[in-house]
């Protein structure tokens, strides 16, 4: 399985980004699609996460501002986040589990919030 994300950058305290993560490959076997990130000087940590029928998880410090979603057609998985924050700052890394277990890692998107 191959991943492709798309979507960061530099936005405002309060701004909005949408991050998306493309899946291709041996893509039928996928269960868990979710969205990690790693700040300087901090350990990678789950943000959020979706199974395949729709049941999500998130990290406690984004409910209530962040939204995982996915389209199983197009074996994507999208993050939408919202009232962003200075601490949001991070590389942003998308992850997929098989169901045979196998996890998978995208390359990392930056997500900068700044004024």
């Known amino acids: 399985v191959q991943l492709q994300a798309s979507g960061g950058g530099l936005v405002q305290p309060g701004g909005s980004l949408r991050l998306s993560c493309a899946a291709s490959?041996?893509?039928?076997?996928?269960?868990?699609m979710g969205w990690y990130r790693q700040a300087p000087g901090h350990q990678r940590e789950l943000v959020a996460r979706?199974?395949?029928?729709?049941?999500?998880n998130y990290a406690e410090f984004v409910k209530g501002r962040f939204t995982i979603s996915r389209d199983n057609a197009k074996n994507t998985v999208y993050l939408q986040m919202s009232g962003l924050k200075g601490e949001d700052t991070a590389v942003y890394y998308c992850?997929?589990?098989?169901?045979?277990?196998?996890?998978?890692w995208g390359q990392g998107t930056l997500v900068t919030v700044s004024s």
């Open positions: 992850n997929v589990n098989s169901v045979s277990g196998n996890q998978y």
């Open positions: 490959g041996v893509t039928f076997s996928i269960s868990l």
């Open positions: 979706i199974s395949r029928g729709g049941t999500t």
